[in-house]
């Protein structure tokens, strides 16, 4: 995210919009842009682009959260949502659908920097699990890769385990490349002359 923070306001009251924007700007120095029209919601936002997305609805209903999901899904930005009541099972369909905070109660201007703060790190907080995740996916996968390479060439040789894995090591090593990568060659060559 960059220095300044970008934000879209979801709003269709003008009055509330306008109340929302006076308490942003108090707070700090934003570049606000606000919707006031939620139907087409997703292209409206892929259109501004914004690091942080703010909604302020009376009642939401499944329909918008679809919408606000294909908008800003989980890995795109932060997004809060006010409401003023809610309905049984929303507030799971709203984090499912990518929302960080969800206050349920109404917008009052002294609690939207808060629940933007706490919305931004916790998407932040995801943010860094799903890339921890991702990474020790890619790890998992990587060590299936080699460990299917090393029986393979225990095997072909007749060599033992750790035989197998300083030779993997010292092929990668000679060739500059990642014993994955390497691993991987192996696997797929063998795929391909079986």
Not at 91 to 96: L, T
Not at 166 to 188: F, G, H
Request: aromatic residues 4%; without cysteine; charged residues 30%.
């Amino acid at each position: 995210m960059s220095n300044m923070l970008s934000i879209v306001v979801v709003e269709p009251d003008r009055d509330r919009a306008l109340q929302i924007i006076d308490s942003l700007r108090t707070a700090g120095e934003y570049e606000i842009r606000v919707i006031s029209e939620t139907t087409g919601l997703a292209r409206q936002v892929h259109q501004h682009n914004p690091d942080v997305v703010l909604i302020d609805l009376e009642n939401p209903s499944r329909d918008m959260l679809e919408e606000l999901a294909l908008a800003s899904g989980p890995q795109d930005r932060a997004v809060a949502m006010f409401v003023d009541r809610s309905k049984e099972g929303l507030s799971a369909a709203a984090v499912e659908a990518g929302v960080s905070a969800y206050v349920v109660g109404g917008m009052q201007p002294e609690r939207v920097t808060p629940v933007l703060e706490a919305a931004i790190a916790r998407f932040r907080l995801f943010q860094r699990m799903r890339a921890e995740l991702a990474e020790t996916k890619r790890a998992l996968e990587e060590r299936k890769v080699i460990d299917r390479a090393k029986g393979m060439i225990m095997k072909a040789r007749g060599v033992t385990e750790d035989e197998a894995y300083a030779l993997l090591r010292k092929t990668a090593m000679d060739q500059n490349r990642r014993m994955a990568d390497v691993a991987e060659a192996l696997v797929t060559a063998a795929g391909l002359l079986s």
